[in-house]
């Protein structure tokens, strides 16, 4: 059993966001698994990308903002659950005034396994 706190982890500026990788393949036993917390300050976005094998689970824990899952915008907010599966293009749109905070689990994630796209001006 492990148990942790929020108050004692490490968060990592990324991108625009920040992030702690809460447990790790290591920890889950589970090669290419990651569970972790991200936060997105007001106004900001993560572009389009996808992955050619991961999947990922979001759980918005806080705040509202848009995910675009190939060119659909849905708006989620507080307790919506979305699935993205490999070659799923998405972005995270945070458009509000308040930070969005998404749990994110993956599954068969590697370092070159992301795909970024070019922004549409």
Known sequence: ML??????LNWEKRFTYT???????????????????VR???KTRVG???????????YIQQGQGAM????????GKKDDIF????????????????ELVILIFKTNERPEDIIW?????
């Open 117 to 121: 796209l070019a922004q549409k001006s």
């Open 3 to 8: 148990k942790l706190n929020l108050d004692s």
């Open 68 to 75: 675009v899952f190939n060119g659909k915008v849905h708006q």
């Open 83 to 98: 699935l993205c599966q490999p070659g799923d293009v998405h972005e995270i749109v945070n458009e509000s005034h308040e």
């Open 48 to 58: 389009p990308h996808f992955h050619k094998k991961v999947t990922e689970i979001f």
């Open 19 to 37: 992030k702690n990788v809460v447990f790790d393949e290591t920890v889950l036993n589970q090669r290419g698994a990651k569970f972790q917390i």
């Open 40 to 42: 997105f300050a007001p």
